[in-house]
C-alpha cells in the first residue's frame, strides 16, 4: 500500500504561480495530478513515467503547468505558472505501479491505483 500525501496549494491571484508536491511513501511508476472543480468531473492534468522521460498534460494546461519528480524523494512535483480563476479546483496526486500503454491511458483516473487526500487551489480575479 502506497500513501501520497500533497502539499503546496492555497490562494493565488490570476497570473501567479503555485507549486504542489506529493510525497509516495513507497515507490511508484507512474505518478500524476487530477483536479475536480465545484460541479465539475474529475479532470486530467498532467501525469509522468517512472524515468522522468515522458509527460502528458490535459490541454486546459499545456503551456503553463510542468510536473517533474524526484525519484530518491519518491516525490512528484506540479508547477503551475500563469493560473487562471478557471484553475480553481481540489488536486488530487495519484500513483500507478505500471508503465501504461498509450498515451491515452495516462489521462485515464481509473489506471491509478493510489490517490492522495487532495490539496486546494483557488485562483482569484
Known amino acids: 500500500q502506497v500513501q501520497l500525501v500533497e502539499s503546496g496549494g492555497g490562494l493565488v491571484q490570476a497570473g501567479g504561480s503555485l507549486r504542489l508536491s506529493c510525497a509516495a511513501s513507497?515507490?511508484?511508476?507512474?505518478m500524476g495530478w487530477f483536479r475536480r472543480a465545484p460541479g465539475k468531473e474529475r479532470e486530467f492534468v498532467a501525469s509522468?513515467?517512472?524515468?522522468?522521460?515522458?509527460?502528458y498534460y490535459g490541454d486546459a494546461v499545456k503551456g503553463r503547468f510542468a510536473i517533474s519528480r524526484d525519484n530518491a524523494k519518491n516525490t512528484v512535483y506540479l508547477q503551475m505558472d500563469n493560473l487562471k480563476p478557471d484553475d480553481t479546483a481540489v488536486y488530487y496526486c495519484?500513483?500507478?505501479?505500471?508503465?501504461?500503454?498509450?498515451?491515452?491511458?495516462?489521462?485515464?483516473?481509473?489506471?491509478?491505483?493510489?490517490w492522495g487526500q487532495g490539496t486546494q487551489v483557488t485562483v482569484s480575479s
Open positions: 509522468i513515467r517512472g524515468s522522468g522521460g515522458s509527460t
Open positions: 513507497g515507490r511508484t511508476v507512474t
Open positions: 495519484a500513483a500507478g505501479l505500471y508503465v501504461f500503454s498509450g498515451t491515452y491511458a495516462y489521462t485515464q483516473s481509473r489506471n491509478y491505483a493510489y
